[in-house]
């Protein structure tokens, strides 16, 4: 069927009218700068999740220019020297800026997805902006990346005893890091989120730990394969978080972006569970009951411990707590009350 010339001429009226409202938009929008770590780059799956923010911002008055970093530490070092505006980090790293949503990766503290999407709700409330603000600097969203399991290059290391003295690939500015890995009787190789993938393919440390997410595109299947195994067992939750320089943005563009990053939890719990159900089901080790109540107990001991350091935030801590207890009212913490 053909289109009337009438019909084709209001085709391209309306096409050269958003056009217009588009570029009107953009001119008129504030330019702030956005740097972004995703250990691929601009091809990289972050990147290209993060475009549909940069859409969301001109929304709300600001035009991001988007910046790929390979390297999260010069991302993180770029924002805190003033180049960058807003970066886009791991939950680690955003520590420095606001240690209270840096707790959220506090070892053991968040048992599954549905938990998580409880808390990432809460945080994303109003009522909750307070605590999101450090200083100059604020967290205007949160997006999960999946729970973080431990990788092996063998799959007779299945328990802690076996894995003293492995070496591990440990990010060695991550305090909690450095106290599991010494907690267990491992040796601490110094690593990055860009780096911690090669030494483990390579062989140059024995375990490695990653989100599923990271399975694929950084190729950990080469380091696990043919003798080792992803061990099932959820030892923190990873995620990443939007940090901006609270002056260079609105209250209402970072209370509208934190509240868009929830709207998507479902997006991106769907590309996580997709990256888990790709890892082989024969490359997954299940932990017995005794060993996940022991994991269960050593990452409270080290959560308690890294509180009392100044390291995990306490309120977030009693948060955790709380949400918790609503999946597990029995649960001994949740009887006596502590963390």
């Known amino acids: 069927m053909q289109l009337s010339t009438g019909v084709r001429a209001a085709a391209a009226a309306c096409v050269l009218v958003s056009a217009s409202l588009l570029t009107t938009a953009v001119s008129a929008a504030e330019k702030r700068s956005l740097c972004i770590f995703d250990p691929l780059g601009a091809t ?79 945080l994303s409330s109003p009522k909750a902006a307070p605590l999101m603000k450090s200083e100059n600097y604020e967290i205007a969203g949160i997006a999960p990346a999946g729970a973080i399991y431990v990788l092996l290059r063998d799959r007779a290391i299945d ?30 190789v110094s690593a990055t989120t860009s780096s911690f993938a090669g030494k483990f393919n390579n062989g140059s440390v024995d375990v490695a730990y990653a989100p599923a997410v990271a399975y694929q595109p950084m190729e950990l299947y080469k380091g696990v394969e043919p003798d080792g195994s992803v061990f099932n067992y959820n030892f923190a939750q990873m995620t990443f978080q939007l940090v901006v320089t609270s002056d260079k943005f609105s209250d209402s563009f970072k209370q509208n972006m934190r509240e868009y990053y929830q709207s998507r939890f479902g997006e991106f719990m769907d590309i996580v569970k997709k990256a888990e159900a790709e890892i082989p ?13 022991g994991f269960d107990s050593m990452l409270k001991d080290v ?37």
């Open 303 to 339: 959560r308690i411990s890294l509180r009392d350091e100044g390291v995990y935030h306490p309120k977030m801590l009693k948060l955790m707590q709380k949400v918790r207890c609503q999946s597990e009212a029995t649960k001994a913490e949740c009887v006596d009350g502590r963390e």
């Open 281 to 293: 089901a024969n490359v997954w080790v299940q932990p017995t009951n005794d060993q996940a109540a």
């Open 44 to 122: 990289g799956p972050i990147f290209t999740l993060t475009k549909a923010t940069k859409v969301k911002a001109l929304g709300l008055g600001y035009d991001l220019e988007l910046r790929a970093y390979t390297d999260e530490k010069i991302a993180s070092d770029d924002f805190l020297a003033g180049q960058c505006d807003a970066a886009l980090l791991t939950d680690v790293r955003a520590r420095e800026f606001n240690r209270f949503t840096g707790t959220l990766v506090a070892v053991g503290a968040i048992p599954g997805y549905d938990e998580l999407s409880t808390l990432l709700q809460t």
């Open 159 to 188: 328990s802690v005893e076996k894995i003293q003295g492995k070496k591990i690939a440990t990010l060695d500015y991550d305090p909690a890091a450095v106290a599991m890995v010494r907690h267990v009787g491992g040796s601490v």
